[in-house]
């Protein structure tokens, strides 16, 4: 990482032309993307009947469209309503500059984070948590240990406090300060109660502002580069702010690996299921110029229904990753956004749909999972996180077109029921606390869906 | 005239603030009934909602559409007696994403459709500090305040805002309604919140069953999953 590049992306966050966020959101950013989708011919060439996509003429099309957005809009920066923009050669070298490799933890739970392309038969590594998911302060260790305790897993990140000490958190306070730090000594004594002591881990996710940040990543104990990755999000796709800018800059303080990542919205501000690729393709760019990032997430939401698992959103995603990982050398990753609650088959579709395509996508790592879209307190558990780490290993080899198959095979068994999806149960009530197993309901559930993809050609890794 | 109203819809439809105003100016000038134009803005609008929800148009384009409508609107009301306008007044919303969260696409979405469904919107934008709500509704005369939260560690700040109403003493001026992916029927009634929505859709029901009622609901108005 360096600094020197990250003075000139502040330099320019103060410095570019000027603009008001409402016109960037409605004027700026949708008719560049409209243009770009007429002149490229991209307009309507999403395929939701074959949600994998198969073309490779196309990647390279939407790559080209991609990369040309992000060149001519840059990135807007909230705080000094300017625009950040690169030269074309500083987009490319950008992109150049970014890590091909990333070794983290240690020990036998040491892990190397490597380019994949698509069909790639080189397992993606699996990051596996409750992501974003809210969870009661006795229970952030418990079901860190449940998700660590399978050797499928990884990378562990933990979900987001409930309460500190017993208070509620108010983010944005110097309660998160201290709780930043509070995260990162509860990953650890979950990995060490797994027998992983080496085990990596991502922080501070439960940091909505920049203070947890500050406060945890770093502080003695707690994160730190050997062990954990740096989390920075984007507000959203194309923007950046202040909050963002303080995340990147404590990581170059320490020399810390950077995530950067945000969700693009088919049907938000880029429109289209293409439109969101082209979109999601931009961010990619402009995110290794402006935050210089290790790893890298550009994924894509439906905001029908706020998740990723439907026929438009994989399509999309497999478009993308497909172009992140054939025309760059970057580290790109996807996360798996569910709708659905743990012990429902629905919630073990999705994540499979999500996974198998990805992976055989190209993608170099699968973080998951977000039971319920994020909705309920304490609704995540150790099964789902070691049946996508498990469904992420098996895929590795798969040719896209026989992804395209299991993917259209198994979205009827689910995707009427995006809207309103099945609510399942709660940590404790799928989850036995004591030997941290899930319920004889649960398992079997598990062990029938694996079934059906075992029937549908997928091979489970090891039994 | 009838030229004239196709070239404000057509202002609309396109999202041009300026041929709005100017097409409703000329409407009023040539002596148009005001209420008509609005009946027929009114019926747009809900054909734009209706694209938008079989994503034959998108965002920005609904974003666009509902500022032109706001432009419109401005020149119109003002021909309006006073006691006509009572009766086609949807309300006024005061919305913004709670302090501590920077997201914000939820919350525009909600509140482009509010504006869709003619009521008056005042956005304040994401990271609004609690007081913020406070002074900017009792300022505008809010009927409704909106508060979005997609994160947990910044749910807590809508209770902030019910409470310091409540401490206030003005509580019962305003319907409240809550929202955000985190944010359930359970929470909203926990903190005595008025109204709650999963979808957008949800959320301009919700507004308008909580206007309907005017101050006299009593009890949660939840729409969009039934059993959570």
Not at chain 1, 6 to 12: C, H, P, Q, R, T
Not at chain 1, 135 to 159: G, H, K, N, T, W
Not at chain 1, 266 to 282: C, H, K, M, T
Request: charged share 25%; glycine share 8%; proline share 6%.
């Amino acid at each position: 990482m360096s600094e020197t590049k990250f003075l000139e992306v502040l330099d320019k966050a103060h410095t570019g032309p000027v603009c008001k966020v409402k016109d960037w959101e409605a004027r700026i950013v949708p008719l560049e993307i409209k243009r770009i989708l007429k002149e490229h011919g991209l307009t309507g060439v999403c395929a939701p009947e074959n949600p994998v996509n198969t073309d490779d003429g196309l990647v390279d099309d939407f790559w080209e469209a991609g990369f040309e957005l992000a060149l001519s809009t840059g990135m807007l920066c909230l705080a000094t309503e300017r625009i950040i923009k690169f030269t074309e050669e500083e987009l490319k070298e950008a992109l150049r500059n970014r890590p091909s490799r990333l070794t983290l933890g240690s020990g036998s739970d040491r892990v190397v984070i490597e380019p994949r392309k698509p069909e790639d038969k080189k397992p993606p590594i699996t990051t596996m948590t409750p992501l974003g998911i809210t969870f009661s302060e006795d229970l952030i260790i418990p079901v860190c240990q449940a998700i660590a305790q399978y050797r499928v897993v990884d990378i562990v990140i933990s979900p987001c406090l409930l309460t500190f000490h017993g208070r509620i958190c108010r983010g944005g306070t110097p309660y998160e300060t201290l709780w930043g730090k509070y995260e990162g000594l509860l990953v650890r004594e979950a990995t060490r109660r797994a027998g992983r002591p080496g085990m990596p881990a991502w922080g501070v996710e439960s940091s909505p502002t920049e203070y947890g940040y500050l406060g945890g990543y770093g502080a003695p104990g707690s994160f730190d580069p050997s062990w954990a990755i740096a989390i920075a999000l984007l507000p959203s796709p194309l923007k950046t702010d202040y909050s963002l800018l303080h995340k990147v800059a404590h990581a170059i303080n320490w020399g810390a690996p950077i995530e950067s990542g945000h969700w693009t919205m088919i049907g938000g501000y880029e429109g289209p299921p293409e439109g969101a690729a082209v979109g999601a393709l931009a961010a990619h760019v402009l995110q290794c110029a402006v935050m210089q990032p290790t790893v890298i997430q550009s994924d894509i939401l439906d905001v029908r229904y706020f998740g990723n698992c439907g026929r438009e959103a994989i399509w999309a995603n497999s478009i993308t990753v497909q172009a992140r990982s054939m025309k760059t050398n970057t580290l790109p990753f996807g996360v798996t956004s569910q709708v659905s609650g743990p012990c429902t088959d629905m919630l073990l579709y999705e994540t499979a749909c999500i996974s198998v395509a990805e992976v055989s996508s190209g993608i170099c790592m699968v973080m998951g999972t977000r039971p319920t879209g994020c909705r309920f307190p304490d609704y995540a558990s150790g099964l789902e996180n070691r049946f996508c780490a498990e469904v992420v290993k098996a895929s590795a080899g798969l040719r896209r077109g026989e992804a395209c198959e299991l993917v259209k095979a198994l979205l009827p068994r689910y995707e009427d029921r995006l809207r309103r999806p099945p609510k399942g149960l709660s940590f404790p009530q799928c989850t036995d606390l004591k030997t941290l197993q899930p319920t004889p309901e649960w398992q079997a559930i598990y062990e029938k869906v694996w079934k059906e993809l075992e029937n549908l050609g997928l091979q489970k890794p090891w039994k | 005239m009838s030229s004239v109203t196709e070239k404000l819809k057509e202002a609309i439809r396109i999202g041009s603030e300026k041929d709005a105003r100017e097409m409703a100016e000329k409407f009023v000038e040539q002596g148009g009934d005001p209420l008509a134009a609005i009946s027929e803005v009114t019926v747009l609008m809900q054909e734009i909602g209706d694209k938008f929800s079989r994503f034959e148009i998108f965002l920005p384009e609904v974003i666009l559409a509902a500022d032109a409508v706001k432009e419109a609107l401005a020149v119109l009301t003002a021909k309006i007696p006073e006691e006509k306008k009572r009766e086609i007044r949807r309300g006024k919303v005061v919305i913004g994403t709670v302090f501590g969260d920077i997201h914000d696409i939820g919350k525009n979405l909600v509140a482009t459709m509010l504006q869709v469904a003619g009521f008056e919107v005042v956005d304040l934008g994401a990271d609004v500090p609690s007081g913020r709500f406070v002074d900017e509704a009792e300022k505008v005369k809010a009927d409704i305040i909106a508060m979005s939260s997609l994160i947990t560690p910044s749910m807590i700040y809508q209770k902030d805002v019910i409470d310091q109403l409540q401490d206030m003493g003005v509580r019962s001026r305003y319907r409240i309604m809550v929202g955000g992916a985190p944010v359930t029927p359970q929470w909203a009634e926990r903190i005595s919140a008025d109204g709650w929505g999963k979808y957008a859709e949800d959320a301009v029901e919700v507004a308008k069953i909580l206007m309907e009622g005017s101050r006299e609901v009593s009890g949660l108005v939840a729409r969009g999953a039934p059993g959570e």
